[in-house]
């Protein structure tokens, strides 16, 4: 504190700091859900007022909405069914590698065996190979294995692009955890399965919580990957791919791509707020030891 300053000047002169971060964090956010909220105000509009007046019209008197836009899409648009897709695609393309990657980083954190090191490395390492530089040979491999077009490609696809991001965040994570438990479980005569399962997985909810976040988001938004392993085919085309080819078949009918849009939306937004509490918790958890 300088000379001459009163003490009594440093609360306010924090409470007027903190005032000036909240309205910015308020302004930020505001400007980030302008878009999604237009989105949804939009999608429940008739056509003849979306293409004539903005979005934030809807809010002054007459009120005009309508669930056409949703009726039209869901049942004339293949979104339904779609939506069903992108659900059979999502969830085991994070649970499994999600799986997988907790093994190995349970292996990677406790477990000595020869070349953990230079193998861990390399995992971090796959961190920086660019998908697409990896499409057409995975893609030849699943021909050969007649796997094209079926959900177990895309399943093993997204998989082996997860897993090295999965591995060094959990990898993290475990080694943060407290030897001295391990120590304990041991002792009592524990198998590394039993600690694994018993310990490690109920005490790293954040870590798995945060991961599988954004492992779902990513799946679920995807489309390259699907478009490559699955194809057009409207029996497993996930919303992704729907949504793409209404754009090109819906031509100036906007008040349906709104609807077919958000309804993509729904699911991400949901898994979002249910787990942030977790999310932050998980990514921040290993960063400073591991």
């Known amino acids: 504190m300088g000379d001459g300053e009163p003490?009594?000047?440093?609360?306010?002169?924090?409470?007027?700091?903190g005032v000036g971060v909240h309205l910015a964090i308020l302004a930020i956010s505001l400007l980030w859900m302008a878009p999604t909220v237009g989105l949804l105000v939009s999608s429940f509009r008739p056509p003849a007022l979306i293409s004539r007046t903005g979005w934030w019209t809807a809010f002054q008197p007459p009120f005009v909405f309508t669930l056409e836009n949703y009726q039209h899409v869901l049942t004339a648009n293949n979104m339904a069914e779609s939506f069903v897709n992108s659900l059979f695609v999502s969830i085991p393309a994070t649970v499994i590698p999600i799986f997988i990657a907790a093994l190995a980083a349970y292996a990677f954190a406790?477990?000595?065996?020869?070349?953990?090191?230079?193998?861990?490395?390399?995992?971090?390492g796959l961190l920086v190979v660019p998908l697409q530089?990896?499409?057409?040979?995975?893609?030849?491999?699943?021909?050969?294995?007649?796997?094209?077009g079926t959900f177990a490609a895309?399943?093993?696809?997204?998989?082996?692009?997860?897993?090295?991001?999965?591995?060094?965040?959990?990898r993290n994570f475990f080694g943060a955890l407290p030897r001295a438990m391990f120590e304990a479980a041991a002792t009592d005569g524990a198998s590394p399965l039993d600690i694994f399962f018993r310990l490690v997985l109920p005490t790293s909810a954040p870590a798995l919580a945060s991961l599988a976040t954004f492992q779902f988001l990513w799946v679920w938004n995807d489309l390259l990957v699907a478009l490559v392993y699955l194809g057009g085919s409207p029996e497993v085309a996930p919303m992704t791919v729907t949504v793409s080819n209404l754009v090109n078949s819906l031509g100036q009918n906007w008040q349906l791509l709104t609807a077919a849009a958000f309804t993509s939306m729904v699911v991400p937004l949901a898994l979002f707020f249910s787990l942030q509490q977790y999310f932050v918790r998980g990514i921040l958890a290993g960063s400073v030891k591991g």
Do not use: K
């Not at 530089?133 to 094209?148: A, E, K, N």
């Open 154 to 170: 895309i399943w093993l696809a997204h998989t082996g692009y997860g897993l090295p991001f999965a591995i060094y965040l959990l």
């Open 110 to 124: 406790w477990m000595e065996f020869p070349g953990r090191a230079p193998l861990f490395t390399i995992v971090v």
């Open 133 to 148: 530089m990896t499409l057409i040979p995975v893609l030849h491999l699943f021909t050969s294995f007649g796997l094209t």
């Open 7 to 17: 003490e009594s000047a440093v609360p306010v002169a924090r409470a007027r700091t």
